[in-house]
């Protein structure tokens, strides 16, 4: 197949700032409706049009028609800059505003990452605000079966909604049930509320307060930490402000394994795109099927889902087997490589082994590792793809590997770019002057494991959970789920919209959409923040969820009697429901923060990267880069760091030491992995079985966790009423997690299921394009409509995820109510390190509806 090697010509995942720019994607779907880019323009001047002032003219010399250009009604009177929030690129909006209306939603232009650029998403964010499903006012479940569409609530004020949580939390911590209590955070929050969390559950004496991590990416951080120090992602996107030269836009080979960026971070791919196109980079895409970022590669390659690991074993046994590998960085920073080296020759991770496992040619493997090798600086990118297998922790260690050993880590156009969803480094609030009580060990990691623990009751049951996202969609295996919430006492839904989650609450608190707060907003990738302003007034009643958890604390202080009132208050002193203020203080507590401040950053037109010790400090681009910026940084962040360059006990990269691998052996571990897959992988590849015992998490030591047993025979039994391997993902660039179903242009451009299937499956299945068809696996089934696809490997299906039977929005348009996607993978498998859900395989079969 044939490739554009530039990638700009006709990739549309992005689109130009203004109506007519020639920006370097054409645009998407719909075109921007937006209005004049400054409204300062004077009368008569001509200028200040879309398009007018961009240089482009149609055939002619006539500007492209916007006329909005001196439009009384259309002209705004101010623009807001602020942050999108339905992905991790982290662009910057800048909004015009009529009388406190919305006119247009266009990017930065002045960002050398961004350059102007936004993609369909925008748009979406003024259609939280405008939109009449929002949720307006605090709720009480007053009737109906817990889940049922049937249920009905009424309005209540915020003080009596937090003193019921309040008191119900207060009651289970008296009768000493505290570590009952859980609560599941997700990605939309504002930055730093979790910080606020864990100091409340902290004096409640609650273990259990959990982030979205393991529904997301957090195997591939605990791997960055493991190998070299810090967890998160290495390199940055741009201009390096301590070196002044490119970062990531500088690579020479690009390698994409389990990431679909131009649906999933079209902005940021569309700046590697453009840095390949100047570097003449390679493109190397690792997916089972084609997508858009495949049709951008040089080579795309298509394993058997959850067989990642088998690749990337086979690539590093290749590269050093045959020398391969930087010598000069090996023997200077790398611990344990003869040990690797030993490792790899005793198992034969040959690419010849990896071809039986993966279905990709040994010679297209060793053309891989080859490539990667010997470009330098190669990048390695990876997303949900890999997180979301049962080995994703080993998987991830593995990619770190391959890094490590060719030199590729701690320099620009490198490193291990692992998207991961927190915060880089913990927010750290002043120290908490009142007392504590001693926690019992948290339930094991994954907050998926909620379900099990209602239902079992091992180790515990949960009798209150909090949430600010949907389990009722995120979460594998929602049959059961399902079931876990019906039995639960005390379930609080914090959101947007009445979301499948939300019929099963007890109490419902409406928060704010990104327009309608101030604050900072993060570039999870590269470690990049953006300091957002509050662009419309607060829809309702909403707040946003700091001031939650602040008038929640504040509850607790006037019902509390046990604890001081006066502990309760100035843990929590109400100066922070001005977010600015609890910034200064995260800014003035938080290690290699001092540099953040919000003056600094809202002066800025790019975001900032941690760390940034100092208001002089250009900000971290790439980790562990052997220069002084560096070193300042890693120093600021513990001193024991002085003069390390990696950040692990021995200051250099870690393959393996016995005290790692006595740390993970507690688990069923290594320090250098073994191959083993999903159960449900088509071949009765090696396997896993978990212990019923429970063991103290060594990535996770707050929480405890399932051994396992690697390298289990595995069978093919499931396969024969199964014989397919689904795996789930996003539905297109145009949905972000279930908000975007909420909005009429998300339902309008992408509002149907559409399950792809090979055409050789589908013929065999009886199947035709556009049928309507059910996908069924051991633990349940969903419908979707049939799309014949030949970019995805005969044995495999995908399943869109993110749909759900709340979501009215699509009624408009008659798009079908579908049950979660999550029915269909099985909960019991997951990392036990990371806690990471196993989305990516599941045994099924495709039939007609």
């Known amino acids: 197949m044939k490739h554009d090697h530039s990638g700009l010509s006709r990739r549309s995942f992005v689109r130009g700032s ?11 779907l719909l075109p921007v409706v937006s209005a004049n880019a400054s409204g300062t323009s004077s009368a008569g001047s001509g200028t200040g ?3 007018a002032g961009s240089g482009q003219a149609s055939a002619g010399g006539v500007p492209p028609a916007a006329f909005t250009d001196q439009s009384a009604a259309l002209t705004p009177d101010r623009t807001v800059a602020t942050a999108c929030q339905f992905c991790n690129s982290n662009c910057r909006l800048n909004v015009d505003l009529k009388a406190g209306r919305v006119l247009a939603v266009r990017g930065e232009d002045d960002d050398p990452v961004q350059q102007g650029q936004i993609c369909v998403k925008a748009e979406m964010m003024p259609q939280l605000v405008y939109n ?4 307006t006012t605090p709720l009480r479940r007053v009737s109906g079966k817990k889940g049922s569409s049937h249920s009905t609530f009424e309005a209540i004020s915020w003080e009596e909604a937090l003193r019921t949580i309040a008191a119900k939390l207060l009651k289970l911590r008296d009768a000493g049930q505290a570590h009952t209590i859980a609560n599941r955070t997700t990605g939309r929050m504002p930055r730093g509320t979790g910080s606020l969390v864990a100091r409340l559950f902290a004096m409640l004496g609650s273990p259990n307060n959990t982030d979205v991590g393991p529904v997301c990416n957090d195997a591939g951080g605990n791997a960055l930490a493991a190998t070299f120090g810090l967890g998160n992602f290495t390199n940055g996107y741009g201009v390096d402000g301590a070196t002044g030269k490119d970062d990531l836009g500088s690579a020479r080979h690009y390698l994409f394994l389990g990431t679909n960026q131009a649906e999933t971070h079209p902005v940021t791919f569309h700046y590697l795109l453009r840095g390949r196109a100047k570097t003449k980079a390679t493109l190397t895409v690792v997916d089972p099927r084609l997508t858009p970022t495949g049709a951008a590669a040089d080579r795309w390659v298509a394993p058997k889902p959850h067989t990642d690991l088998a690749l990337l074993l086979a690539m590093l046994h290749h590269i050093v087997e045959q020398g391969l590998f930087d010598r000069q960085f090996v023997k200077r920073w790398v ?20 071809a039986k496992v993966t279905g990709v040619p040994a010679a297209t493997i060793t053309a891989m590792a080859e490539e990667y090798a010997s470009a330098k600086p190669a990048a390695i990118f990876c997303n949900a793809g890999i997180s979301h297998q049962l080995g994703a922790f080993d998987t991830y260690r593995v990619a770190t590997f391959l890094a490590a050993v060719t030199g590729n880590i701690g320099r620009p156009g490198g490193g291990c770019n692992f998207m991961h969803n927190t915060w880089p480094g913990d927010l750290h609030l002043p120290p908490l002057q009142a007392e504590v009580p001693e926690r019992r060990e948290a339930l094991p990691v994954g907050p998926d494991y909620f379900a099990q623990s209602i239902l079992t009751g091992e180790p515990y049951g949960l009798r209150a959970i909090i949430t600010q996202g949907n389990p009722l969609v995120s979460s594998a295996n929602t049959s059961k789920v399902r079931k876990a919430f019906e039995q639960l006492d005390f379930y609080v839904y914090t959101g947007l919209f009445m979301e499948e989650a939300a019929y099963y609450a007890d109490i419902i608190l409406p928060v704010c959409s990104g327009l309608e707060m101030g604050g900072v ?3 999870r990738d590269d470690r990049a923040i953006r300091w957002q302003e509050q662009v419309v007034d607060r829809v309702g009643e909403s707040r946003p969820d700091w001031e939650i958890w602040i008038g929640l604390a504040h509850a607790l202080a006037e019902l509390d009697t046990r604890r001081p009132a006066h502990e309760w208050r100035e843990a929590f002193p109400k ?18 923060m001092g540099g953040m401040t919000r003056e600094r950053m809202a002066q800025r037109t790019e975001p900032l990267r941690w760390p940034c010790p100092t208001t002089d400090h250009p900000g971290v681009s790439t980790l562990y880069l052997d220069h002084p910026s560096w070193y300042e940084a890693a120093e600021s962040l513990d001193a024991a760091h002085r003069g390390k360059r990696f950040l692990t006990p021995s200051g250099k990269v870690e393959l393996t030491t016995p005290e790692l ?10 320090a250098l992995p073994i191959f083993y897959t999903h159960p449900e992988v088509t071949g009765a590849h090696p396997t896993l079985a978990y212990s019923r015992k429970l063991v103290t998490n060594p990535i996770n030591p707050q929480a405890v966790t399932h051994p396992v047993r690697l390298g289990v025979p595995g069978s093919d039994e499931v396969h024969r009423r199964f014989p397919l391997m689904g795996m789930t993902g996003r539905p297109s660039v145009v949905h972000f997690a279930e908000v975007t179903h909420w909005t009429a242009t998300g339902k309008q451009l992408n509002g149907i299921r559409f399950v792809q299937i090979h055409p050789d499956t589908a013929r065999r299945s009886g199947i035709a394009d556009g049928d309507e068809v059910r996908v069924e696996s051991p633990r349940g089934a ?13 044995d495999t299906v995908f399943v869109p995820n993110t749909f759900g039977p709340a979501q009215k929005v699509g009624d408009v348009f008659d798009d079908p109510r579908y049950e979660a996607a999550n029915t269909l993978p099985d909960d019991q498998y997951y990392d036990n390190l990371s806690g990471q859900q196993a989305y990516k395989c599941f045994a099924c079969r495709v039939v007609k509806a």
Do not use: C, N
């Open 49 to 51: 049009a879309p398009g």
């Open 521 to 523: 907003y993060m570039r």
């Open 782 to 794: 969903v419908t979707g409509t049939a799309l014949l696809w030949e970019g995805i490997r005969p």
């Open 132 to 135: 009449t499903e929002r949720l």
């Open 335 to 354: 611990i344990g490589f003869e040990e690797l080296r030993a490792h790899l020759d005793k198992h034969q991770y040959t690419p010849a082994w990896a």
């Open 18 to 28: 203004v109506v007519g720019s020639a920006g370097i994607g054409g645009p998407l």
């Open 575 to 592: 100066r922070w429901m001005d977010y600015r203020q609890l910034w200064d203080d995260f800014v003035a507590h938080t290690p290699g």
């Open 661 to 670: 691998d006595k740390q993970l052996a507690v688990t069923g571990h290594s």
